[in-house]
């Protein structure tokens, strides 16, 4: 008995005090000898919605470009700096003439009160046709507005006093008003543009942030999918090597050098590889399905149909960067600073013109405008202020010729320079000939007591700056903090990768080394197949610090801003 639990202890610490000849020689006593585990064949390592048989290999740098180009993110930051160039064209707009015509018709009959009302059979009667036309709008330059104004008109009357019937009236004048102190560096149509063109600089500063944003989580994405098929490769190798080991331990155990229950061991040991295949095959499908999220440009693409083979290599060169040169870069180069520069400048833009409504207003205004006229002498009859006195006339003149004397003289009847007879060419004619002119210049003035609400706007817009400046200095701060991050991991990444690639070597050298001393009985199955457990999963780590070390990279260059410069990207 005492002998029997001694050959016990020497198998189970692999001491190599009995030769493996000796151990042939020794009669073990059977194990479970009737034990069978029930053999089952692997499931299929298909993935859900997948043909493995279209196999697509896909490089970083085009995944890269389908993203930028089938991104919905990137698609509505596209869209956000159309929207913004469109604002800009509206802004733009307030400078646009307005033209405007009017066209009518009008007749008035009025009753008569007085004998010099001129109208006949009580009251006077009136028509018109009226046309005008309008061209106004403002200058882009010291805030100045114009307005254009022309209008002719055809005018017919029954009263006896107008001299020209019908009569074609025309006029043409020009207003010009320049602000000479509010309203003159700036006013609300300067401001409006001035924004719209510092908004378009923001949304095109945000549609960057977000292509690096898109590139750093693609750069991720695609790693994590080599990761996870070099995992499940790992692990399918893990099987083959357990399933190797089975074979090798059937021998043995014929052999008489190991107990039947370490077929047992075997047989669980390639189960528990087997639910890690399916474990990282699951990963597998995760990470390609959030890739394709990434690039794919609808629910209907092809790509969802295909299994995504990444084709490009690790790259395992570490840049070389100086944590001040990484700050400079980030500062020079990450998207939130440039929207933190553009607010400011929209601030800025704020504060002048609040600031200018606090002023009076002060506006010169000059007009100068010219008349036109023509029109036909009035067929009315004689003139009403000498008709009456007609009949006086004649008699004086018969008492004149009875005796002797001389007829009364003749007064010429009215007439019109030749420029005032004719139509409605005549009066144009006239018109432009500018022999009727008249102009006016003037100052207007309005000063509103207190101005209690350009003085709130301008103080809200102050406060507003301070607050613009104390974010910035927060944002620059946790850019830094971001950098030293970025920088940090990835020397870490590169010293685990460093850990990893021994550690595997390392455990490389152990499991073949107990597999020789199971040989030799000086080893059991449980210690070697812990060795293949340990092995299995420093392969896993040194392929998760070598995909941690280009993630790494990739957020590098997100934190310095450079991701589109450093993959050679560039947006539009």
């Known amino acids: 008995m005492r002998k029997e639990i001694l050959i016990l202890l020497v198998l189970i610490c692999g001491s190599g005090l009995v030769r493996a000849q000796e151990i042939e020689r020794l ?56 929207i913004a160039e469109f604002d800009f064209l509206g802004a733009q707009g307030a400078y646009d003439p307005r033209f405007s015509v009017s066209s009518y018709y009008e007749r008035f009959e009025n009753p008569i009160s007085s004998f010099l009302s001129g109208g006949q059979n009580g009251s006077t009667i009136q028509s018109d046709y009226a046309g005008s036309v309008r061209l106004e709008g403002q200058t882009p330059v010291l805030g100045g507005s114009y307005r254009l104004d022309f209008s002719s008109s055809r005018f017919t009357t029954n009263n006896e006093f107008v001299a020209l019937n019908p009569q074609y009236p025309s006029s043409l004048s020009f207003t010009y008003t320049q602000p000479l102190w509010r309203g003159m560096k700036i006013d609300a149509s300067r401001r409006q543009i001035a924004i719209a ?44 090597v357990a399933q190797t080991q089975l074979t090798h331990n059937k021998r043995l155990v014929q052999e008489g050098v190991l107990a039947p229950i370490d077929i047992v061991a075997a047989e669980s040991q390639i189960s ?38 990444p084709s490009d290599p690790i790259d395992l060169q570490v840049p070389a960067v100086a944590l001040d040169d990484a700050i400079k870069t980030a500062k020079e180069n ?21 600031k200018n409504q606090t002023k009076p207003a002060v506006d010169l205004v000059g007009t100068y405008g010219v008349n036109g006229l023509a029109g036909a002498v009035s067929t009315a009859g004689v003139n009403p202020f000498t008709a009456s006195s007609l009949q006086v006339r004649q008699r004086v003149d018969q008492l004149s010729e009875l005796a002797g004397l001389e007829p009364l003289p003749i007064v010429p009847p009215q007439t019109f320079s030749p420029d005032l007879l004719g139509g409605p060419g005549q009066s144009l004619q006239s018109l432009f000939a500018n022999r009727y002119g008249n102009f006016r210049v003037g100052v207007q003035i309005s000063l509103p007591f207190r ?73 059991t199955t449980f210690l070697v197949l812990e060795r293949q457990t340990a092995l299995t999963t420093a392969r896993g780590l040194e392929l998760k610090a070598q995909t941690d070390l280009n993630k790494a990279i990739a957020d590098l260059q997100r934190a310095t801003g450079n991701s589109l410069s450093v993959n050679s990207i560039v947006v539009k």
């Open 197 to 240: 063109r510092k908004n378009l600089s923001l949304t095109d500063a945000q549609f960057r942030q977000r292509a690096i944003d898109t590139i750093t989580n693609v750069q991720r994405a695609y790693w994590d999918l080599v990761f996870a098929l070099r995992s499940l490769q790992v692990q399918r190798d893990a099987v083959t």
């Open 272 to 309: 528990t590889y087997e639910q890690g295949v399916f474990t990282a095959l699951e990963d597998v499908s995760r990470s390609e399905n959030l890739l394709k999220h990434l690039i794919a440009e609808n629910q209907s693409s092809q790509i969802w149909k295909e299994s995504i083979v």
């Open 334 to 354: 990450r998207p939130e600073l440039q929207q933190s520069t553009v607010v400011k400048e929209i601030n800025e833009i704020d504060k002048s013109y609040f």
């Open 27 to 82: 009669p073990v006593p059977p194990v479970a000898p009737d034990f069978r585990a029930p053999q089952k064949p692997m499931p299929s390592l298909d993935r859900v919605g997948v043909d493995m048989n279209q196999q697509r290999p896909l490089t970083l740098r085009e995944a890269l470009s389908m993203a930028l180009a089938n991104n919905k993110d990137i698609e509505v930051a596209r869209e956000n700096v159309r």
């Open 451 to 523: 101005n209690r609400t350009a003085e709130a706007q301008l103080g809200r817009t102050l406060v507003e700056g301070e607050r613009i400046a104390t974010q910035r200095e927060q944002l620059e701060q946790a850019i830094q903090v971001d950098v030293r991050n970025a920088l940090q991991s990835m020397r870490s990444a590169e010293a685990r990768l460093r850990a990893a690639v021994a550690t595997r070597e390392a455990n490389e050298q152990q499991f073949a080394s107990e597999q020789r001393r199971l040989d030799a009985g000086q080893s």
